[in-house]
Each structure stands twice: as structure tokens, then as C-alpha cells.
């Protein structure tokens, strides 16, 4: 017997009641996560100090994080951290923000499948430059680009956007507690 998926709304998604939970919607799918944990948090905080740095000096925008979201062709999630220019009006809606430069997510076990497939294929569908998938547990990141093969670093990891000189290059090793 085929089941079939309720499919939310961003109407339905924004009346859920704000209970420490992290609600995502991707592609009428509804996705609910428990508060993060003290590792993902300290792995984004360090990464985001090596991040901010370099954004700041290359003038490439701001980095938002939790309770920013990103939508796009009625999703919206909320990406563990991301990079974009800042909106020239402050005050707009979410939809009409510039496009991230840069999106990360942190693998948790209840995240790792839903950031690996359904986020993924919506980031490379909304042409996101790039995203970052990090695995803790492995102690490495993948990097996502459209149109190329994820490609998975251990060791160190270089992001050189569009307007900057010279790229950032991080050692792996400083992004994990």
C-alpha cells in the first residue's frame, strides 16, 4: 500500500510552536531536529573565527548563523552557518536576500542523511557556489560546487570566492575540538 507525505507549507512551518526544536522545510517535507550539541556547536564557533576573519578583510559580506534561514522554491532552512553579502535594505525578507556565497552544515546523527541528500540537492539546485558538509566523526569536510565531484579533505581546505585576492586555507585539525 503506497503512503503519502503530508506536504507542509512555510505558512504551516512558521505557525509550529518556537520549543527549542529547529524546524526545516525542504520540498514540502517537514524536518524537525533537538537542540544541537556542545561538539557541533564549538566546531561551527571555530570555524566560524577562521571564516569571519577572512570575509571581513576580503569585504565578501557577513556570516549568519541559526535562526538565519536560507529559502528558496518554498523551502527554508536554517544552515548551521552561512556566507552573503549583506541585503542593501536592512529589513527585507528572507526570499529576497542576496544568495549565500557559502553554506556549512555540521553532521549530527540526526542530520547527517538529511544534509547529505535532501539539503545538498537543494543548496546545488539554488546554485549555491559552495557548501560544506563537515563530518565530525571522520574529521573531515566535503566541499559541494555545482556542476563538480564532491571533493573530501582530511588535511586542509581552501576557499578562494569570487572578489577575493587570495583564498582561505584552513588546516582541518583547527576546526575539530
Not at 37 to 42: A, K, Q, S, V
Not at 76 to 97: F, N, Q, S
Request: charged share 30%; glycine share 6%; proline share 9%.
Amino acid at each position: 500500500m503506497a503512503t503519502h507525505l503530508k506536504q507542509w507549507t512555510l505558512a504551516e512551518l512558521h505557525s509550529l510552536p518556537d520549543d527549542g526544536n529547529k524546524y526545516e522545510l525542504i520540498h514540502g517535507e517537514l524536518f524537525v531536529t533537538p537542540a544541537p550539541t556542545d561538539r557541533h556547536e564549538t566546531i561551527i564557533s571555530r570555524l566560524a573565527r577562521l571564516v569571519d576573519r577572512y570575509v571581513e578583510a576580503n569585504g565578501l559580506g557577513l556570516i549568519y548563523r541559526p535562526r538565519a534561514v536560507f529559502r528558496f522554491a518554498g523551502s527554508e532552512v536554517e544552515p548551521d552557518l552561512m556566507v552573503r553579502r549583506e541585503a542593501p535594505e536592512i529589513g527585507k525578507e528572507w526570499e529576497k536576500a542576496p544568495l549565500p556565497i557559502l553554506i556549512v552544515e555540521v553532521f549530527s546523527p540526526f542530520t547527517r542523511r538529511r544534509d547529505q541528500t535532501y539539503k545538498r540537492d537543494c543548496y546545488v539546485e539554488a546554485r549555491i557556489p559552495e557548501y560544506w558538509m563537515i563530518d565530525a566523526e571522520g574529521r573531515a569536510i566535503t566541499s559541494v560546487r555545482p556542476g563538480e565531484a564532491d571533493h573530501r579533505m582530511r588535511e586542509e581546505l581552501t576557499w578562494h570566492p569570487p572578489g577575493a585576492p587570495r583564498p582561505l586555507v584552513i588546516a582541518i585539525a583547527e576546526v575539530f575540538p
